[in-house]
């Protein structure tokens, strides 16, 4: 099974900062990485897939790299309404796993 | 566009079997070459998927979970089902149902609303 390790586990930031998180594999995953926002008592909502796709809808703010082992989702400026928390998943074989997730907060 | 709705139990006793359907709005579960999944989250804690089935019936499950699992389609009603074996108190936690398009983004979208299972005597 693929483990994916995020971190930091919590990041504290104000609205108009940029946010980095990461995203490692414990074996290569290709391109084969998204990212999903979760906001307290909702489903995820896709954000990102194949590593640096945005999903339809999703704001120009977010965006996505990486590829093997390491990814990052950025946020380049933050909005009150991206303060939740993201997980991200892989699907390099057909056991999809999930990282533990990072919740930004507002700080 | 297609929509997703959990639905079942709230309530389940140690031992029994946890029984949840997923229904499907907008699109017909047959068709589209899809992959219907569940997935679940304990309270406060992460994600962890448990298995899907293909518009064939074909299916693929979490190997953790794959001796107690099993999904199903019922196409005449537009819906698939969970039925997860032999539960403890490990396996409460909020169930999702989620399809995966392989024709678009090949990750998991839409996702039902969620429902809270509870296992308790």
């Known amino acids: 099974e693929i483990v994916l390790t995020q971190s930091p586990a919590t990041l504290s930031l104000s609205p108009g900062e940029r946010a980095t998180l990461s995203c490692r594999a414990s074996?290569?995953?290709?391109?084969?990485l998204a990212w999903y926002q979760q906001k307290p008592g909702q489903a995820p909502r896709l954000l990102i897939y194949?590593?640096?796709n945005r999903a339809t809808g999703i704001p120009a703010r977010f965006s996505g790299s990486g590829s093997g082992t390491d990814f990052t989702l950025t946020i380049s400026s933050l909005e009150p309404e991206d303060f939740a928390v993201y997980y991200c998943?892989?699907?390099?074989?057909?056991?999809?796993?999930f990282g533990q997730g990072t919740k930004l907060e507002i700080k | 566009q297609v929509q997703l709705q959990e639905s079942g139990p709230g309530l389940v006793k140690p031992s029994q079997t946890l029984s949840l359907t997923c229904t499907v709005s907008g699109d017909s579960i047959s068709s589209g070459g899809y992959y219907w999944n569940w997935i679940r989250q304990p309270a406060g804690k992460g994600l962890e998927w448990i298995g899907r089935?293909?518009?064939?019936?074909?299916?693929n499950y979490n190997p953790s979970l794959k001796s107690r699992v099993t999904i199903s389609l019922d196409t005449s009603k537009n819906q698939f089902s969970l039925n997860l074996s032999s539960v403890t108190a490990a396996d409460t936690a909020v169930y999702y149902c989620?399809?995966?398009?392989?024709?678009?983004?090949?990750?998991?979208?839409?996702w039902g609303q969620g429902t809270l299972v509870t296992v308790s005597s």
């Open positions: 998943q892989q699907r390099s074989n057909w056991v999809y796993t």
């Open positions: 194949d590593a640096s």
């Open positions: 989620a399809r995966i398009d392989p024709g678009r983004y090949n990750w998991f979208d839409p």
């Open positions: 089935i293909y518009t064939t019936g074909s299916t």
């Open positions: 074996q290569s995953v290709s391109s084969y």
